[in-house]
């Protein structure tokens, strides 16, 4: 295996999603300032929505408010914001690096601290999902156990031959928790498979507020699921990685 360069840049990428979540003790009060706040973040996510969930009855009394998603997006939807009131978190779908993510990420969290002073956090965590076609000619086991360190056994998904799997491998790196989610995938018309990696780590405990303390664990996460990332990688897919595109990926 060739030496790995987790800061290499790659002409080509898979990533199709990537979010930061902030979990917090919640706030009833930030039902009462969405308006405002849509008018300091309404230029660069115009589009609106309000998701109500339906509460499940436990035999206890609870707020409306708790099951309300209010959803803030960019026109093309490639920025989407989604605040409850235990719950900030952004996700992106045209993902340009990491600090261009996080200045965004922090662009539309400053004015929502301003309003609701959030001082402490539950969760921080990150999350990246890679969905990658297989080529079509070859055999879709075959070809992931070519390009990718899969979670199951080897010799059990070559022995089963499955035509779909999803696993979840989680474990603790105190004082984060990582997840790493592999599969095998298909198309709706059945002609293309995929590879999914998605890897989410996060941090659960308690922390108290500040920018840089934010940031530093934001960037903290980023290195451990590039880590993660690079992990389930073998050298014929980091060639792909490095090709220089010939045509759009879709």
Request: charged share 30%; glycine share 4%; hydrophobic share 35%.
């Amino acid at each position: 295996m060739s030496e790995r360069n987790l800061d290499e840049k790659f002409p080509n990428s898979f990533l199709r999603e990537v979010a930061c979540e902030l979990r917090f003790p919640p706030l009833l009060v930030i039902e009462n300032k969405i308006p405002e706040f849509q008018e300091k973040i309404r230029d660069t996510l115009p589009t609106y929505t309000l998701s109500t969930g339906i509460p499940i009855s436990s035999g206890t009394p609870s707020y409306p408010s708790m099951f309300n998603e209010w959803i803030f997006s960019s026109g093309d939807v490639a920025l989407e914001l989604k605040i409850m009131i235990n719950r900030f978190a952004l996700a992106c779908k045209a993902h340009e690096g990491f600090e261009s993510f996080l200045k965004a990420f922090m662009q539309f969290f400053k004015p929502f601290y301003k309003l609701y002073k959030v001082d402490s956090y539950d969760r921080v965590g990150l999350r990246y999902v890679n969905i990658i076609p297989l080529e079509p000619k070859e055999d879709p086991i075959e070809e992931i156990l070519r390009l990718f360190n899969p979670i199951p056994d080897t010799k059990l998904i070559e022995k089963r031959r499955p035509f779909s799997y999803e696993l979840d491998f989680r474990w603790n790196e105190d004082p984060y928790k990582i997840t790493v989610k592999n599969g095998l995938k298909k198309s709706k018309d059945g002609k293309t498979h995929f590879y999914l990696l998605d890897i989410d780590a996060y941090k659960p405990t308690k922390t108290e507020h500040s920018k840089g303390n934010l940031e530093t664990i934001i960037r903290e996460l980023h290195d451990l699921v590039l880590q993660e990332f690079h992990n389930g990688l073998k050298d014929p897919f980091r060639e792909i990685l490095r090709a220089k595109k010939t045509t759009e990926e879709k």
